[in-house]
Protein backbone atom coordinates (compact mmCIF):
# COMPACT_ATOMS: atom_id res chain seq x y z
CA UNK A 1 0.00 0.00 0.00
CA UNK A 2 1.14 3.28 -1.30
CA UNK A 3 0.79 6.38 1.44
CA UNK A 4 1.69 10.05 0.54
CA UNK A 5 3.02 11.94 3.40
CA UNK A 6 4.30 15.47 3.82
CA UNK A 7 7.14 16.87 5.35
CA UNK A 8 5.95 20.79 6.01
CA UNK A 9 8.78 21.86 8.32
CA UNK A 10 12.54 20.70 7.35
CA UNK A 11 15.49 22.76 7.09
CA UNK A 12 17.60 21.45 4.31
CA UNK A 13 19.68 24.46 3.87
CA UNK A 14 21.29 23.52 7.26
CA UNK A 15 25.01 22.32 7.34
CA UNK A 16 24.12 18.94 8.63
CA UNK A 17 22.61 17.88 4.98
CA UNK A 18 25.32 20.08 2.70
CA UNK A 19 26.63 16.68 1.49
CA UNK A 20 24.04 13.96 0.99
CA UNK A 21 20.55 16.03 0.01
CA UNK A 22 20.42 13.41 -3.02
CA UNK A 23 20.37 10.39 -0.90
CA UNK A 24 18.07 12.20 1.59
CA UNK A 25 15.54 13.01 -0.60
CA UNK A 26 15.15 9.70 -2.21
CA UNK A 27 15.36 8.57 1.26
CA UNK A 28 11.88 10.45 2.00
CA UNK A 29 10.71 9.06 -1.48
CA UNK A 30 10.78 5.84 -0.53
CA UNK A 31 9.30 6.11 3.08
CA UNK A 32 6.59 7.87 1.60
CA UNK A 33 7.30 11.62 2.04
CA UNK A 34 6.74 12.77 -1.77
CA UNK A 35 6.80 16.14 -0.63
CA UNK A 36 9.29 18.76 1.80
CA UNK A 37 9.00 22.48 2.83
CA UNK A 38 12.59 23.85 3.27
CA UNK A 39 12.06 26.42 5.93
CA UNK A 40 13.45 30.04 5.59
CA UNK A 41 15.10 31.20 9.32
CA UNK A 42 16.97 34.21 7.35
CA UNK A 43 15.41 36.01 4.63
CA UNK A 44 19.20 37.26 3.83
CA UNK A 45 19.58 33.82 3.15
CA UNK A 46 17.47 33.47 0.52
CA UNK A 47 19.61 32.11 -1.99
CA UNK A 48 20.26 28.72 0.21
CA UNK A 49 16.53 27.81 -0.79
CA UNK A 50 16.13 28.79 -3.90
CA UNK A 51 19.31 26.63 -5.25
CA UNK A 52 17.82 23.65 -3.22
CA UNK A 53 14.12 23.70 -4.73
CA UNK A 54 15.53 24.50 -8.17
CA UNK A 55 17.57 21.24 -7.92
CA UNK A 56 14.67 19.30 -6.23
CA UNK A 57 11.08 18.56 -7.75
CA UNK A 58 9.64 17.62 -4.35
CA UNK A 59 11.27 20.70 -2.25
CA UNK A 60 9.30 24.10 -1.97
CA UNK A 61 10.22 26.93 0.50
CA UNK A 62 9.22 29.97 2.48
CA UNK A 63 10.57 33.08 3.18
CA UNK A 64 10.78 34.52 6.79
CA UNK A 65 13.20 35.55 9.99
CA UNK A 66 13.18 33.27 12.80
CA UNK A 67 12.69 34.42 15.88
CA UNK A 68 16.28 33.86 17.06
CA UNK A 69 17.72 36.03 14.00
CA UNK A 70 15.63 38.95 14.56
CA UNK A 71 17.45 41.06 15.62
CA UNK A 72 20.99 39.36 13.44
CA UNK A 73 19.55 40.79 10.17
CA UNK A 74 17.80 43.66 8.55
CA UNK A 75 14.41 43.75 9.52
CA UNK A 76 12.48 42.85 6.11
CA UNK A 77 9.44 45.08 5.79
CA UNK A 78 6.65 43.76 4.88
CA UNK A 79 6.72 44.66 1.01
CA UNK A 80 10.43 42.82 0.77
CA UNK A 81 8.22 39.57 2.29
CA UNK A 82 5.83 40.25 -0.40
CA UNK A 83 8.28 40.48 -2.87
CA UNK A 84 10.07 37.72 -2.03
CA UNK A 85 7.12 35.59 -1.33
CA UNK A 86 6.24 35.76 -5.06
CA UNK A 87 9.00 33.32 -6.53
CA UNK A 88 7.66 30.27 -7.79
CA UNK A 89 8.50 27.71 -5.08
CA UNK A 90 8.59 29.89 -2.12
CA UNK A 91 4.99 28.90 -0.74
CA UNK A 92 4.76 30.06 2.74
CA UNK A 93 6.08 33.13 5.12
CA UNK A 94 8.12 32.34 8.03
CA UNK A 95 8.84 31.01 10.59
CA UNK A 96 8.93 33.46 12.37
CA UNK A 97 7.49 34.01 16.01
CA UNK A 98 8.01 34.49 19.22
CA UNK A 99 11.40 32.08 21.13
CA UNK A 100 11.12 33.08 25.24
CA UNK A 101 13.06 29.95 26.19
CA UNK A 102 16.24 30.94 24.45
CA UNK A 103 15.72 34.53 24.13
CA UNK A 104 18.30 35.42 21.82
CA UNK A 105 16.96 38.50 20.52
CA UNK A 106 14.96 41.31 22.14
CA UNK A 107 11.06 40.36 23.09
CA UNK A 108 10.19 43.75 21.52
CA UNK A 109 12.27 43.01 18.14
CA UNK A 110 10.62 39.59 17.93
CA UNK A 111 7.23 40.73 18.19
CA UNK A 112 7.84 43.79 15.84
CA UNK A 113 9.58 40.94 13.22
CA UNK A 114 6.71 38.79 13.85
CA UNK A 115 3.83 41.31 12.76
CA UNK A 116 5.74 42.35 10.06
CA UNK A 117 5.22 38.40 8.50
CA UNK A 118 1.56 38.71 9.62
CA UNK A 119 1.13 41.58 7.41
CA UNK A 120 2.97 39.45 4.68
CA UNK A 121 0.55 36.26 5.10
CA UNK A 122 -2.83 38.49 5.22
CA UNK A 123 -1.45 40.47 2.13
CA UNK A 124 -0.62 37.19 0.15
CA UNK A 125 -2.56 34.93 2.09
CA UNK A 126 0.06 32.57 2.10
CA UNK A 127 0.45 30.09 5.05
CA UNK A 128 2.24 31.77 8.16
CA UNK A 129 4.34 29.48 9.69
CA UNK A 130 4.65 30.35 13.42
CA UNK A 131 7.22 29.47 16.25
CA UNK A 132 6.38 29.73 19.28
CA UNK A 133 8.33 28.78 22.13
CA UNK A 134 7.72 29.48 25.85
CA UNK A 135 5.91 32.90 24.99
CA UNK A 136 1.79 31.05 25.10
CA UNK A 137 0.63 34.38 26.30
CA UNK A 138 2.12 36.94 23.97
CA UNK A 139 1.49 35.15 21.47
CA UNK A 140 -2.08 34.44 22.11
CA UNK A 141 -2.35 38.14 22.44
CA UNK A 142 -0.57 39.07 19.32
CA UNK A 143 -2.67 37.02 17.08
CA UNK A 144 -5.76 37.77 18.31
CA UNK A 145 -5.30 41.62 18.11
CA UNK A 146 -4.00 40.75 14.41
CA UNK A 147 -6.63 38.42 13.49
CA UNK A 148 -9.03 41.34 14.47
CA UNK A 149 -7.16 43.46 11.77
CA UNK A 150 -7.91 40.76 8.82
CA UNK A 151 -7.76 37.26 8.51
CA UNK A 152 -4.60 35.44 7.62
CA UNK A 153 -3.79 31.19 7.06
CA UNK A 154 -1.21 30.46 9.47
CA UNK A 155 -0.36 27.15 11.96
CA UNK A 156 1.48 26.55 14.61
CA UNK A 157 4.77 24.35 13.43
CA UNK A 158 6.08 22.07 15.92
CA UNK A 159 3.33 22.67 18.20
CA UNK A 160 4.85 22.06 21.81
CA UNK A 161 2.52 24.63 23.65
CA UNK A 162 -0.19 24.65 26.27
CA UNK A 163 -4.16 23.56 25.77
CA UNK A 164 -4.88 27.55 25.49
CA UNK A 165 -2.75 28.71 22.81
CA UNK A 166 -3.82 25.54 20.62
CA UNK A 167 -7.29 26.20 21.67
CA UNK A 168 -7.04 30.10 20.91
CA UNK A 169 -4.94 29.13 17.32
CA UNK A 170 -7.66 26.89 16.45
CA UNK A 171 -10.43 29.38 17.21
CA UNK A 172 -8.99 31.95 14.86
CA UNK A 173 -8.53 28.90 12.35
CA UNK A 174 -5.40 27.95 12.21
CA UNK A 175 -4.13 24.86 11.63
CA UNK A 176 -1.39 22.58 14.38
CA UNK A 177 1.39 21.02 12.71
CA UNK A 178 3.14 18.26 15.38
CA UNK A 179 6.81 17.09 15.02
CA UNK A 180 8.93 14.15 17.02
CA UNK A 181 7.89 16.12 20.09
CA UNK A 182 4.75 13.96 19.37
CA UNK A 183 6.26 10.55 19.82
CA UNK A 184 7.93 11.63 23.09
CA UNK A 185 7.16 10.16 26.39
CA UNK A 186 7.18 13.13 28.34
CA UNK A 187 4.57 14.78 25.78
CA UNK A 188 1.53 13.66 26.63
CA UNK A 189 -0.68 17.15 26.76
CA UNK A 190 0.58 17.33 23.53
CA UNK A 191 -0.92 14.08 22.28
CA UNK A 192 -4.30 15.09 23.99
CA UNK A 193 -4.11 18.20 22.09
CA UNK A 194 -3.56 16.47 18.75
CA UNK A 195 -5.98 13.79 19.74
CA UNK A 196 -8.53 15.98 20.59
CA UNK A 197 -7.62 19.03 17.41
CA UNK A 198 -10.30 18.17 14.29
CA UNK A 199 -9.20 16.48 11.66
CA UNK A 200 -8.95 18.72 9.23
CA UNK A 201 -6.46 21.36 10.80
CA UNK A 202 -3.34 19.20 11.76
CA UNK A 203 -0.03 18.33 9.81
CA UNK A 204 2.91 16.48 10.45
CA UNK A 205 6.51 17.67 10.36
CA UNK A 206 10.00 16.73 10.82
CA UNK A 207 12.12 20.12 11.72
CA UNK A 208 14.88 18.15 10.83
CA UNK A 209 17.67 18.30 11.41
CA UNK A 210 16.34 18.10 15.24
CA UNK A 211 13.85 16.56 17.42
CA UNK A 212 14.16 12.66 15.80
CA UNK A 213 11.29 10.74 16.97
CA UNK A 214 12.33 7.29 18.28
CA UNK A 215 14.10 4.74 17.15
CA UNK A 216 16.33 7.90 16.16
CA UNK A 217 16.54 10.02 18.86
CA UNK A 218 19.64 12.14 19.73
CA UNK A 219 20.52 11.85 16.24
CA UNK A 220 19.81 13.99 13.12
CA UNK A 221 16.01 13.85 11.80
CA UNK A 222 15.57 13.90 8.19
CA UNK A 223 12.27 14.33 6.62
CA UNK A 224 11.70 10.37 5.91
CA UNK A 225 11.33 9.91 9.93
CA UNK A 226 8.09 12.15 9.13
CA UNK A 227 6.40 8.37 9.27
CA UNK A 228 7.09 7.97 12.68
CA UNK A 229 5.46 11.21 14.24
CA UNK A 230 2.28 10.50 11.49
CA UNK A 231 2.02 7.09 13.34
CA UNK A 232 2.19 8.25 16.66
CA UNK A 233 -0.56 10.66 15.26
CA UNK A 234 -2.63 7.90 14.02
CA UNK A 235 -2.12 5.83 17.08
CA UNK A 236 -3.51 8.61 19.47
CA UNK A 237 -6.54 9.26 17.08
CA UNK A 238 -7.11 5.69 16.82
CA UNK A 239 -7.11 5.71 12.78
CA UNK A 240 -4.48 3.78 10.45
CA UNK A 241 -1.40 5.28 8.88
CA UNK A 242 -2.99 5.84 5.24
CA UNK A 243 -5.77 8.07 6.84
CA UNK A 244 -3.58 9.96 8.53
CA UNK A 245 -1.40 10.31 5.36
CA UNK A 246 -4.56 11.32 3.36
CA UNK A 247 -5.80 14.04 5.88
CA UNK A 248 -2.61 15.27 6.45
CA UNK A 249 -1.84 15.66 2.90
CA UNK A 250 -5.34 17.34 2.16
CA UNK A 251 -4.83 19.69 4.90
CA UNK A 252 -1.62 20.76 3.73
CA UNK A 253 -2.63 21.13 0.02
CA UNK A 254 -5.47 23.40 1.17
CA UNK A 255 -3.56 25.51 3.22
CA UNK A 256 -0.40 25.64 1.27
CA UNK A 257 -2.70 26.80 -1.76
CA UNK A 258 0.27 27.39 -3.75
CA UNK A 259 1.45 23.67 -4.27
CA UNK A 260 0.12 22.06 -6.81
CA UNK A 261 -1.00 18.05 -5.61
CA UNK A 262 0.89 15.65 -7.66
CA UNK A 263 -1.92 12.96 -6.02
CA UNK A 264 -4.30 14.66 -8.33
CA UNK A 265 -1.84 14.55 -11.36
CA UNK A 266 -1.02 10.58 -10.45
CA UNK A 267 -4.62 9.75 -10.50
CA UNK A 268 -5.25 11.90 -13.95
CA UNK A 269 -2.78 9.71 -15.13
ZN1 LIG B 1 10.73 26.70 14.72
ZN1 LIG C 1 12.17 25.24 12.02
Known sequence: MTIFLVDSHCHLDFPDFETERPALVERAKAAGVGLMVTISTYVTKVERLTAITDQFAEVYSSIGTHPHNAAAEPEASVAE?????????????GEAGLDYHYDKAPRDVQARVFRNHIAAARETQLPLVIHARDADEDMRRILEEESGKGAFPFLLHCFSSGRDLARTGLDLGGTLSFSGILTFKTSQTIRDVAAAAPLDRILVETDAPYLAPPPHRGKRNEPAYVRQTAQVLADVRGVDLTAIAEATSDNFFRLFSKVPDPRRAASAA
Open 81 to 93: LVALSRAEKCVAI
